[in-house]
Protein backbone atom coordinates (compact mmCIF):
# COMPACT_ATOMS: atom_id res chain seq x y z
CA UNK A 1 0.00 0.00 0.00
CA UNK A 2 2.80 2.32 -0.21
CA UNK A 3 1.59 4.92 -2.93
CA UNK A 4 3.57 8.03 -3.22
CA UNK A 5 0.81 10.29 -4.51
CA UNK A 6 0.10 10.98 -0.47
CA UNK A 7 3.48 11.51 -0.20
CA UNK A 8 4.02 15.49 1.24
CA UNK A 9 5.45 17.52 -1.75
CA UNK A 10 7.79 19.26 0.96
CA UNK A 11 9.22 16.45 2.94
CA UNK A 12 12.56 16.72 0.71
CA UNK A 13 12.81 20.53 0.71
CA UNK A 14 12.49 20.28 4.68
CA UNK A 15 15.81 17.56 4.27
CA UNK A 16 18.02 20.55 3.60
CA UNK A 17 21.61 20.88 2.14
CA UNK A 18 22.71 20.48 5.49
CA UNK A 19 20.59 16.91 6.17
CA UNK A 20 21.17 15.66 3.54
CA UNK A 21 25.23 15.15 3.23
CA UNK A 22 27.30 17.41 5.28
CA UNK A 23 28.92 15.17 8.65
CA UNK A 24 27.72 16.32 11.85
CA UNK A 25 29.95 18.76 13.61
CA UNK A 26 30.95 17.55 17.13
CA UNK A 27 31.12 20.72 19.57
CA UNK A 28 34.20 20.88 22.11
CA UNK A 29 34.22 19.12 25.41
CA UNK A 30 33.40 21.18 28.55
CA UNK A 31 35.96 20.06 31.60
CA UNK A 32 34.02 18.26 34.17
CA UNK A 33 35.33 19.03 37.99
CA UNK A 34 32.05 18.12 39.68
CA UNK A 35 29.63 14.98 39.70
CA UNK A 36 25.65 14.64 38.89
CA UNK A 37 23.49 11.90 39.95
CA UNK A 38 20.29 11.50 38.50
CA UNK A 39 17.52 9.46 38.87
CA UNK A 40 13.97 9.36 36.77
CA UNK A 41 10.54 8.49 37.45
CA UNK A 42 7.47 8.26 35.75
CA UNK A 43 7.12 8.64 31.91
CA UNK A 44 9.76 8.57 28.84
CA UNK A 45 9.58 12.18 28.53
CA UNK A 46 10.49 12.14 32.02
CA UNK A 47 13.62 9.99 31.22
CA UNK A 48 13.87 12.06 28.11
CA UNK A 49 13.96 15.28 29.76
CA UNK A 50 16.65 13.89 32.04
CA UNK A 51 18.57 13.30 29.14
CA UNK A 52 18.11 17.08 28.05
CA UNK A 53 19.15 18.12 32.15
CA UNK A 54 22.65 16.04 31.93
CA UNK A 55 23.09 18.18 28.82
CA UNK A 56 22.49 21.52 30.05
CA UNK A 57 24.87 20.57 33.43
CA UNK A 58 27.58 18.60 31.48
CA UNK A 59 27.94 21.74 29.53
CA UNK A 60 28.18 23.45 33.21
CA UNK A 61 30.96 20.55 34.52
CA UNK A 62 29.30 18.19 35.29
CA UNK A 63 29.85 14.59 34.94
CA UNK A 64 26.76 12.18 35.01
CA UNK A 65 27.63 9.26 37.37
CA UNK A 66 25.92 5.78 38.31
CA UNK A 67 27.15 6.35 41.92
CA UNK A 68 25.02 8.85 44.59
CA UNK A 69 28.30 8.44 46.97
CA UNK A 70 30.50 10.32 44.83
CA UNK A 71 28.02 12.72 43.71
CA UNK A 72 28.55 16.74 43.92
CA UNK A 73 24.45 17.34 43.08
CA UNK A 74 22.34 14.84 43.34
CA UNK A 75 18.60 15.40 41.09
CA UNK A 76 15.54 13.54 41.18
CA UNK A 77 13.19 13.90 37.87
CA UNK A 78 9.65 13.02 39.18
CA UNK A 79 6.56 12.17 38.47
CA UNK A 80 2.93 13.40 40.05
CA UNK A 81 0.50 11.66 37.40
CA UNK A 82 -0.39 9.33 40.95
CA UNK A 83 -0.45 9.88 44.48
CA UNK A 84 2.03 6.85 45.01
CA UNK A 85 4.48 8.30 42.48
CA UNK A 86 4.70 10.89 45.10
CA UNK A 87 5.14 8.82 47.89
CA UNK A 88 8.34 7.07 46.68
CA UNK A 89 9.76 9.95 45.74
CA UNK A 90 9.57 11.39 49.28
CA UNK A 91 10.66 8.06 50.89
CA UNK A 92 13.74 8.09 48.45
CA UNK A 93 14.32 11.55 49.74
CA UNK A 94 15.02 10.33 53.45
CA UNK A 95 17.78 8.22 52.28
CA UNK A 96 19.80 11.21 51.75
CA UNK A 97 19.58 12.28 55.31
CA UNK A 98 22.83 10.87 55.99
CA UNK A 99 24.69 11.76 53.00
CA UNK A 100 24.09 15.39 53.51
CA UNK A 101 25.38 15.25 56.61
CA UNK A 102 28.40 13.56 55.48
CA UNK A 103 28.83 16.02 52.72
CA UNK A 104 27.77 19.26 53.60
CA UNK A 105 28.47 21.05 50.42
CA UNK A 106 26.40 18.08 48.46
CA UNK A 107 23.12 19.56 46.51
CA UNK A 108 19.99 17.91 46.40
CA UNK A 109 17.47 18.91 44.06
CA UNK A 110 13.48 17.83 42.86
CA UNK A 111 12.94 18.43 38.93
CA UNK A 112 9.73 17.52 37.20
CA UNK A 113 6.16 17.22 37.46
CA UNK A 114 5.79 17.03 41.41
CA UNK A 115 8.36 19.97 41.45
CA UNK A 116 6.02 22.10 39.63
CA UNK A 117 2.84 20.45 41.12
CA UNK A 118 4.51 21.18 44.91
CA UNK A 119 6.58 24.26 44.23
CA UNK A 120 7.98 25.66 47.08
CA UNK A 121 6.12 23.56 49.42
CA UNK A 122 8.49 21.14 48.68
CA UNK A 123 11.06 23.49 50.28
CA UNK A 124 9.29 23.73 53.74
CA UNK A 125 8.20 19.93 53.50
CA UNK A 126 11.74 18.62 52.86
CA UNK A 127 14.05 20.04 54.83
CA UNK A 128 17.38 18.38 52.74
CA UNK A 129 16.15 19.61 49.44
CA UNK A 130 17.84 22.68 48.28
CA UNK A 131 16.68 22.95 44.75
CA UNK A 132 12.89 22.68 43.12
CA UNK A 133 13.03 23.07 38.98
CA UNK A 134 9.28 22.72 37.04
CA UNK A 135 10.00 20.89 33.23
CA UNK A 136 10.64 23.92 31.85
CA UNK A 137 13.31 25.54 33.64
CA UNK A 138 15.84 23.02 33.13
CA UNK A 139 18.00 25.85 31.38
CA UNK A 140 18.41 27.32 34.53
CA UNK A 141 19.88 25.00 36.41
CA UNK A 142 23.66 25.80 36.58
CA UNK A 143 22.32 29.55 37.94
CA UNK A 144 20.36 27.59 40.51
CA UNK A 145 23.04 25.26 41.98
CA UNK A 146 25.40 28.55 41.89
CA UNK A 147 22.17 30.02 44.09
CA UNK A 148 22.47 27.24 46.54
CA UNK A 149 26.10 27.10 46.87
CA UNK A 150 26.03 30.92 47.52
CA UNK A 151 23.89 29.78 50.58
CA UNK A 152 20.07 29.86 49.56
CA UNK A 153 17.41 27.87 48.37
CA UNK A 154 16.41 28.00 44.70
CA UNK A 155 13.32 27.67 43.19
CA UNK A 156 12.38 27.89 39.47
CA UNK A 157 8.78 26.54 38.13
CA UNK A 158 8.19 28.88 35.56
CA UNK A 159 5.93 27.47 32.51
CA UNK A 160 6.79 28.34 29.44
CA UNK A 161 5.19 28.85 25.68
CA UNK A 162 7.70 28.61 23.83
CA UNK A 163 10.28 26.41 25.69
CA UNK A 164 11.27 22.87 23.48
CA UNK A 165 15.05 22.60 24.52
CA UNK A 166 15.07 22.05 20.65
CA UNK A 167 18.99 22.97 20.06
CA UNK A 168 20.24 20.94 23.08
CA UNK A 169 21.74 17.49 22.04
CA UNK A 170 20.48 14.88 25.05
CA UNK A 171 23.21 13.13 26.45
CA UNK A 172 22.13 9.25 26.22
CA UNK A 173 21.40 7.99 29.62
CA UNK A 174 21.38 4.24 30.43
CA UNK A 175 21.74 3.80 26.63
CA UNK A 176 21.99 0.32 25.00
CA UNK A 177 23.41 2.30 21.85
CA UNK A 178 20.66 1.37 19.77
CA UNK A 179 17.01 2.83 20.95
CA UNK A 180 16.63 6.51 21.66
CA UNK A 181 13.78 8.83 22.69
CA UNK A 182 13.30 12.12 21.12
CA UNK A 183 11.00 14.55 22.17
CA UNK A 184 9.05 16.40 19.53
CA UNK A 185 6.48 18.48 21.68
CA UNK A 186 6.18 19.31 24.97
CA UNK A 187 2.54 20.11 27.28
CA UNK A 188 -0.99 19.91 26.44
CA UNK A 189 -3.47 20.96 26.06
CA UNK A 190 -6.40 18.29 26.62
CA UNK A 191 -7.89 18.83 29.94
CA UNK A 192 -8.70 15.69 30.89
CA UNK A 193 -10.05 15.83 34.35
CA UNK A 194 -8.04 13.14 35.77
CA UNK A 195 -5.27 14.20 35.06
CA UNK A 196 -2.37 16.31 36.37
CA UNK A 197 -0.34 16.67 33.33
CA UNK A 198 -1.67 20.32 31.78
CA UNK A 199 -0.81 22.05 35.21
CA UNK A 200 2.47 20.43 35.66
CA UNK A 201 3.99 20.43 32.15
CA UNK A 202 1.72 23.68 30.57
CA UNK A 203 0.84 24.33 26.88
CA UNK A 204 0.99 22.78 23.94
CA UNK A 205 4.32 24.00 21.77
CA UNK A 206 5.98 21.51 19.02
CA UNK A 207 9.12 21.42 18.33
CA UNK A 208 11.10 22.39 14.96
CA UNK A 209 10.64 19.97 12.73
CA UNK A 210 14.58 20.52 11.13
CA UNK A 211 15.54 20.08 14.54
CA UNK A 212 13.43 16.47 15.41
CA UNK A 213 14.84 15.42 11.78
CA UNK A 214 19.10 16.22 12.74
CA UNK A 215 18.56 14.65 15.96
CA UNK A 216 17.15 11.12 14.36
CA UNK A 217 20.18 11.63 11.75
CA UNK A 218 22.55 12.24 14.01
CA UNK A 219 21.76 9.03 16.35
CA UNK A 220 21.89 7.46 13.46
CA UNK A 221 25.44 8.31 12.75
CA UNK A 222 25.83 7.25 16.08
CA UNK A 223 24.84 3.38 15.74
CA UNK A 224 21.11 3.68 17.21
CA UNK A 225 18.57 2.23 14.61
CA UNK A 226 15.64 2.91 16.55
CA UNK A 227 14.20 6.26 17.56
CA UNK A 228 10.55 6.46 19.36
CA UNK A 229 9.38 9.85 19.33
CA UNK A 230 7.73 11.40 22.51
CA UNK A 231 4.91 14.36 23.17
CA UNK A 232 2.03 14.05 25.60
CA UNK A 233 -0.47 13.69 22.12
CA UNK A 234 1.96 13.01 19.23
CA UNK A 235 -1.20 13.47 16.77
CA UNK A 236 -1.54 17.42 17.46
CA UNK A 237 1.88 17.39 16.77
CA UNK A 238 1.86 21.08 14.52
CA UNK A 239 4.43 23.35 12.84
CA UNK A 240 3.89 26.61 11.43
CA UNK A 241 0.16 26.48 12.15
CA UNK A 242 -1.69 27.88 14.82
CA UNK A 243 -4.80 26.14 16.97
CA UNK A 244 -6.76 28.03 14.34
CA UNK A 245 -5.52 26.39 11.14
CA UNK A 246 -3.48 29.98 9.94
CA UNK A 247 -0.24 29.20 8.27
CA UNK A 248 2.42 31.20 10.61
CA UNK A 249 5.08 31.96 7.85
CA UNK A 250 3.55 31.37 3.84
CA UNK A 251 7.25 30.63 3.12
CA UNK A 252 7.56 28.00 5.45
CA UNK A 253 5.90 24.43 4.88
CA UNK A 254 3.60 23.22 7.55
CA UNK A 255 4.36 19.96 8.83
CA UNK A 256 1.50 17.80 10.96
CA UNK A 257 2.10 14.55 12.44
CA UNK A 258 1.90 12.59 9.64
CA UNK A 259 4.27 14.47 7.86
CA UNK A 260 6.86 14.71 10.30
CA UNK A 261 6.89 10.40 10.59
CA UNK A 262 7.57 10.22 7.05
CA UNK A 263 10.41 12.93 7.28
CA UNK A 264 12.03 11.04 10.36
CA UNK A 265 11.29 7.28 8.39
CA UNK A 266 13.36 9.06 5.05
CA UNK A 267 16.32 9.67 7.14
CA UNK A 268 17.36 5.88 6.42
CA UNK A 269 15.56 2.79 6.20
CA UNK A 270 17.11 1.21 8.85
CA UNK A 271 15.80 3.52 11.22
CA UNK A 272 12.99 2.24 12.75
CA UNK A 273 10.73 4.33 14.57
CA UNK A 274 8.04 4.47 17.03
CA UNK A 275 5.87 6.92 18.83
CA UNK A 276 4.14 7.60 21.82
CA UNK A 277 1.44 8.70 23.11
CA UNK A 278 -1.46 8.93 20.73
CA UNK A 279 -4.74 10.91 21.25
CA UNK A 280 -7.90 8.99 20.05
CA UNK A 281 -9.59 12.35 19.20
CA UNK A 282 -6.57 13.60 17.29
CA UNK A 283 -5.44 10.35 15.31
CA UNK A 284 -6.04 10.69 11.53
CA UNK A 285 -5.58 8.56 8.62
CA UNK A 286 -3.09 10.01 7.40
CA UNK A 287 -1.22 8.95 9.89
CA UNK A 288 -2.16 5.75 9.52
CA UNK A 289 -1.22 5.86 5.50
CA UNK A 290 2.21 7.36 6.77
CA UNK A 291 2.95 4.20 8.85
CA UNK A 292 1.54 2.05 5.77
CA UNK A 293 4.07 3.56 3.17
CA UNK A 294 7.53 2.95 5.57
CA UNK A 295 8.37 -0.18 6.42
CA UNK A 296 10.85 1.16 8.69
CA UNK A 297 7.67 2.79 10.77
CA UNK A 298 6.60 0.01 13.57
CA UNK A 299 3.37 -1.29 13.33
CA UNK A 300 2.57 -0.95 16.75
CA UNK A 301 0.05 2.20 18.13
CA UNK A 302 -0.49 2.85 21.91
CA UNK A 303 -4.25 4.17 22.43
CA UNK A 304 -5.35 4.99 25.69
CA UNK A 305 -9.52 4.95 26.17
CA UNK A 306 -9.37 5.11 29.57
CA UNK A 307 -12.83 3.82 29.69
CA UNK A 308 -15.38 1.59 27.45
CA UNK A 309 -17.94 4.05 28.63
CA UNK A 310 -19.27 7.56 26.96
CA UNK A 311 -20.56 8.70 30.28
CA UNK A 312 -17.78 7.87 31.82
CA UNK A 313 -15.58 9.62 28.86
CA UNK A 314 -17.62 12.69 28.76
CA UNK A 315 -16.90 13.17 32.97
CA UNK A 316 -13.46 12.77 32.14
CA UNK A 317 -13.57 15.24 29.16
CA UNK A 318 -11.70 12.57 27.04
CA UNK A 319 -13.46 14.05 24.05
CA UNK A 320 -14.35 11.18 22.04
CA UNK A 321 -16.97 8.89 22.67
CA UNK A 322 -16.97 5.09 22.72
CA UNK A 323 -18.32 4.82 19.09
CA UNK A 324 -15.89 7.16 17.53
CA UNK A 325 -12.87 5.26 19.76
CA UNK A 326 -13.65 1.81 18.36
CA UNK A 327 -13.94 3.45 14.66
CA UNK A 328 -10.58 4.71 15.12
CA UNK A 329 -10.13 0.73 15.90
CA UNK A 330 -11.29 -0.01 12.61
CA UNK A 331 -9.47 2.72 10.69
CA UNK A 332 -6.26 0.73 12.17
CA UNK A 333 -7.15 -2.57 11.40
CA UNK A 334 -8.29 -1.34 7.98
CA UNK A 335 -5.57 0.46 6.90
CA UNK A 336 -2.53 -1.61 8.64
CA UNK A 337 -3.77 -4.94 8.93
CA UNK A 338 -2.03 -6.70 12.01
CA UNK A 339 -0.93 -3.56 13.58
CA UNK A 340 -0.60 -3.93 17.18
CA UNK A 341 -2.52 -2.31 19.66
CA UNK A 342 -2.05 -1.34 23.60
CA UNK A 343 -3.98 1.24 25.93
CA UNK A 344 -4.09 2.56 28.84
CA UNK A 345 -7.51 1.87 31.33
CA UNK A 346 -8.71 3.43 34.79
CA UNK A 347 -10.93 1.75 37.23
CA UNK A 348 -12.96 3.07 39.46
CA UNK A 349 -13.64 7.08 38.06
CA UNK A 350 -16.03 9.25 39.95
CA UNK A 351 -19.55 8.31 39.61
CA UNK A 352 -18.56 4.75 37.51
CA UNK A 353 -21.16 2.08 38.09
CA UNK A 354 -21.34 -1.62 37.56
CA UNK A 355 -22.92 -1.42 33.75
CA UNK A 356 -20.42 1.60 32.97
CA UNK A 357 -17.38 -0.90 34.10
CA UNK A 358 -18.79 -3.43 32.14
CA UNK A 359 -18.74 -1.02 29.38
CA UNK A 360 -15.02 -1.35 29.57
CA UNK A 361 -14.93 -4.81 30.01
CA UNK A 362 -17.04 -5.00 26.57
CA UNK A 363 -14.85 -3.19 24.30
CA UNK A 364 -11.40 -5.14 25.92
CA UNK A 365 -13.05 -7.91 24.59
CA UNK A 366 -14.06 -6.28 21.30
CA UNK A 367 -10.37 -4.19 20.66
CA UNK A 368 -8.69 -7.00 22.25
CA UNK A 369 -5.27 -5.33 22.75
CA UNK A 370 -1.87 -6.85 22.74
CA UNK A 371 -0.97 -4.92 26.17
CA UNK A 372 -2.70 -2.50 28.66
CA UNK A 373 -1.39 -0.26 31.17
CA UNK A 374 -4.16 -0.43 34.00
CA UNK A 375 -4.69 1.59 37.22
CA UNK A 376 -7.27 2.46 40.10
CA UNK A 377 -8.83 6.11 39.61
CA UNK A 378 -6.38 7.81 41.90
CA UNK A 379 -7.84 11.62 42.86
CA UNK A 380 -5.11 14.36 42.47
CA UNK A 381 -5.45 17.40 43.68
CA UNK A 382 -6.26 20.88 41.55
CA UNK A 383 -7.50 18.49 38.87
CA UNK A 384 -11.09 19.01 37.38
CA UNK A 385 -12.15 15.76 38.47
CA UNK A 386 -11.14 16.89 41.96
CA UNK A 387 -13.00 20.23 41.67
CA UNK A 388 -16.39 19.06 40.10
CA UNK A 389 -16.58 15.09 41.48
CA UNK A 390 -16.70 12.84 44.49
CA UNK A 391 -14.03 10.57 44.64
CA UNK A 392 -16.74 7.90 45.21
CA UNK A 393 -16.09 4.45 43.78
CA UNK A 394 -14.91 2.83 47.32
CA UNK A 395 -11.44 1.50 47.04
CA UNK A 396 -12.64 -2.13 47.52
CA UNK A 397 -14.97 -2.11 44.04
CA UNK A 398 -11.70 0.21 42.74
CA UNK A 399 -9.59 -2.58 43.29
CA UNK A 400 -12.53 -5.68 42.46
CA UNK A 401 -12.65 -3.59 38.94
CA UNK A 402 -8.82 -3.68 38.62
CA UNK A 403 -8.32 -7.00 38.91
CA UNK A 404 -11.06 -8.27 36.33
CA UNK A 405 -9.69 -5.70 33.26
CA UNK A 406 -5.96 -6.84 34.54
CA UNK A 407 -7.27 -10.37 34.41
CA UNK A 408 -8.79 -10.36 30.95
CA UNK A 409 -6.25 -8.43 29.47
CA UNK A 410 -4.07 -10.97 30.65
CA UNK A 411 -5.59 -13.62 28.27
CA UNK A 412 -5.83 -11.06 25.56
CA UNK A 413 -1.96 -10.57 25.34
CA UNK A 414 -1.46 -14.50 26.06
CA UNK A 415 -3.73 -14.83 23.06
CA UNK A 416 -2.07 -12.23 20.89
CA UNK A 417 1.17 -13.75 21.56
CA UNK A 418 0.22 -16.94 20.58
CA UNK A 419 -0.62 -15.74 17.14
CA UNK A 420 2.83 -14.86 16.46
CA UNK A 421 4.33 -17.94 17.02
CA UNK A 422 4.56 -20.19 13.66
CA UNK A 423 5.35 -16.92 12.02
CA UNK A 424 9.18 -14.97 11.17
CA UNK A 425 9.47 -11.53 12.62
CA UNK A 426 12.26 -9.27 11.60
CA UNK A 427 13.78 -8.17 14.99
CA UNK A 428 15.86 -5.77 15.66
CA UNK A 429 18.15 -6.82 18.24
CA UNK A 430 19.17 -4.48 21.30
CA UNK A 431 21.51 -6.66 23.50
CA UNK A 432 22.39 -10.11 25.18
CA UNK A 433 19.21 -11.48 26.91
CA UNK A 434 18.85 -10.81 30.86
CA UNK A 435 18.88 -14.76 31.47
CA UNK A 436 21.43 -16.12 29.21
CA UNK A 437 24.56 -14.83 27.84
CA UNK A 438 24.11 -17.56 24.62
CA UNK A 439 21.00 -15.44 24.32
CA UNK A 440 20.13 -12.05 22.21
CA UNK A 441 16.84 -10.18 22.44
CA UNK A 442 15.12 -7.51 20.56
CA UNK A 443 11.55 -6.39 19.65
CA UNK A 444 9.38 -7.22 16.50
CA UNK A 445 8.09 -4.14 14.58
CA UNK A 446 4.67 -5.09 16.58
CA UNK A 447 6.88 -4.05 19.88
CA UNK A 448 6.82 -7.98 21.09
CA UNK A 449 9.90 -8.62 22.92
CA UNK A 450 11.57 -12.35 21.25
CA UNK A 451 14.71 -13.84 22.56
CA UNK A 452 16.81 -16.62 20.59
CA UNK A 453 20.24 -18.42 20.18
CA UNK A 454 23.11 -16.15 19.89
CA UNK A 455 25.50 -17.41 16.81
CA UNK A 456 27.08 -15.05 15.45
CA UNK A 457 25.05 -11.89 15.81
CA UNK A 458 25.08 -8.53 17.74
CA UNK A 459 23.27 -6.06 18.94
CA UNK A 460 22.13 -2.97 16.02
CA UNK A 461 21.66 -5.75 13.50
CA UNK A 462 18.37 -6.65 11.76
CA UNK A 463 17.77 -11.27 12.13
CA UNK A 464 14.37 -12.84 11.20
CA UNK A 465 13.73 -14.78 13.54
CA UNK A 466 11.30 -17.90 13.51
CA UNK A 467 9.19 -17.80 16.51
CA UNK A 468 8.58 -21.10 17.48
CA UNK A 469 7.26 -20.85 21.16
CA UNK A 470 6.22 -18.10 24.09
CA UNK A 471 6.59 -17.78 27.46
CA UNK A 472 3.96 -15.15 28.60
CA UNK A 473 4.41 -12.39 25.89
CA UNK A 474 7.84 -12.91 25.00
CA UNK A 475 8.58 -15.21 21.85
CA UNK A 476 11.23 -17.44 21.48
CA UNK A 477 12.70 -18.55 18.06
CA UNK A 478 15.32 -19.43 16.20
CA UNK A 479 16.94 -16.65 13.43
CA UNK A 480 16.14 -17.52 9.88
CA UNK A 481 17.16 -16.77 6.54
CA UNK A 482 14.85 -13.38 5.40
CA UNK A 483 12.07 -14.27 3.68
S1 LIG B 1 -4.01 13.81 26.90
FE1 LIG B 1 -5.12 13.90 28.83
S2 LIG B 1 -4.24 12.22 30.02
FE2 LIG B 1 -2.82 12.67 28.38
S3 LIG B 1 -1.35 14.13 29.23
FE3 LIG B 1 -2.96 15.30 28.20
S4 LIG B 1 -4.45 15.80 29.82
FE4 LIG B 1 -3.15 14.11 30.56
Redesign the pocket.
Known amino acids: MNDSSHRPQHADALLSEELQGAPTVVPAQPTHTKKLYLESYGCQMNFSDSEIVASILDGAGYATTRNEEEADLILLNTCA?RDNAEQRVLKRLTQFKQAKRNRPKLVVGVLGCMAERLRENLLEQQKLVDLVVGPDAYRDLPNLVEQVHGGQKAVNVLLSREETYAEISPVRLDANGITAFISIMRG?????S?????FT?GRERSRDPQSIVREAKELFEQGYREVTLLG??VDSYKWNIDNKGQIKNADEPVVRFAELLELVASVHPDLRVRFS?S?PKDMTDDVLHAMARHENICKYIHL?V?SGNSDVLKRM??GYTREWYLDRIAAIRRILPGCSIST?VIAGFCGETEAEHQDTLSLMREVKYDMAYMFKYSERPRTLAERKFEDDVPEEVKGRRLREIIELQGEHSLAGAERLVGQVHKVLIEGVSKKSEEELFGRTTHNTIAVFPRGEHRAGEYVHVHATDRSSVTLRGTVVPAP
Open positions: ICDNMCFCVVPRQNTHPQNRD
